[in-house]
């Protein structure tokens, strides 16, 4: 990515209930509960896929964001809170364990290199072939909102 590790890292972790405004996979970010500077709960909804044969889903997480050596490692899995119950009108996806990872390039400080790991159960009655598409699309139009936004914060 054309972005420096601190500045990444305070984009997808310190600022998550602005990720809906440029995340076009996400229509709401909210932080439920703050438990300490690295550890959240948030609340995400996402955004149907696929013109619509994807319902939204929405998520309760439990995130936390830690250096390790060069890495920023930001991972986090399901949880529950009583902010955000269930709700009848929405299918409650859930996040298995997974993470981002953002290390920084060497000789190059203001790029860095972004890993993702995804492993979600959508729920439902979702053909496999059809998660398999949406999933790939949901991944490669975050990337593309992604690398969008770190393009206006560098004002390109």
């Avoid at 500045?7 to 703050?34: G, H, S």
Wanted: proline share 4%.
């Amino acid at each position: 990515m054309d972005i420096s590790v601190d500045v990444l890292r305070t984009e997808l972790f310190d600022k998550t209930e602005e990720a809906a405004e440029w995340n076009d996979t996400q229509e709401v970010c909210k932080i439920l509960r703050v438990i300490d500077d690295q550890t959240k709960i948030t609340y995400d909804k996402s955004s149907e896929a696929m013109a619509g044969a994807v319902a939204s889903r929405d998520f309760v997480n439990v995130r936390h964001v830690q250096k390790k050596g060069k890495f920023y490692i930001s991972s986090g899995t399901t949880t529950t809170h009583p902010a955000a119950p269930p709700r009848k009108d929405t299918i409650r996806g859930e996040n298995k364990p997974g993470c981002y990872a953002l290390m920084p390039l060497d000789n190059q400080p203001d790029k860095c290199l972004f890993i993702w790991i995804v492993n979600v159960d959508l729920k439902g009655w979702i053909p496999q072939y059809l998660i398999d598409q949406a999933m790939a699309g949901t991944i490669l139009n975050f990337l593309t909102t992604l690398r969008k936004h770190i393009e206006d914060i560098r004002g390109v």
